[in-house]
């Protein structure tokens, strides 16, 4: 069953509902990406981030957020790729990408700045 931001995966096979308690009901929620703005510009899932439109753009390792070449981009802080000015971060080995399904906005969260410049337009270029 598809919900807004997430869905719902069960064995079908169960002789009864699936119930959080059985172990059989797990619900999948998109981690969205935001911009300074408020406006949802990626998503990330495992140790990659997408555009909204599926594309791999980026790699996570740890909060570290590194371009798909390896080289350190910023940090996923609160929701966003932030620059919060770590020198030295090394870059990374290269990741085997894939792509996701497109994910559909959630809308406007409102304006945030937490202090830091937001980067993900880095990883775009």
């Known amino acids: 069953m598809l919900g807004e ?7 079908l096979l169960q002789d ?5 308690a059985s172990g059989t009901l797990r ?5 969205f990406i935001y911009d300074e703005d408020g406006e949802a510009v990626g998503f ?7 555009s909204m ?18 080289e350190y981009v910023g940090e996923l802080y ?3 790729v932030v620059d919060r000015y770590f020198e030295e971060i090394e870059k990374i ?11 559909k906005n959630p809308g406007n969260r409102g304006a945030t ?4 410049p937001d980067v993900f337009s880095d990883l775009l270029e």
């Not at 009864?16 to 959080?20: I, K, M, V, Y």
């Not at 619900?27 to 981690?31: A, G, P, R, Y």
């Not at 599926?54 to 957020?65: E, I, R, W």
């Not at 700045?113 to 830091?116: A, H, L």
């Open 5 to 11: 931001q997430g869905f719902l995966i069960y064995d």
């Open 16 to 20: 009864q509902p699936p119930t959080a």
């Open 27 to 31: 619900l999948i929620m998109t981690d």
């Open 44 to 50: 990330w899932e495992d140790n990659l981030v997408f």
């Open 53 to 70: 439109t599926g594309t791999p753009v980026a790699q996570l390792n740890g909060p570290s957020v590194h371009k798909l070449t390896g």
């Open 78 to 80: 609160e929701d966003m």
């Open 93 to 103: 080995p290269p990741t085997p990408v894939r792509r996701a399904e497109p994910a």
């Open 113 to 116: 700045s937490y202090g830091y």
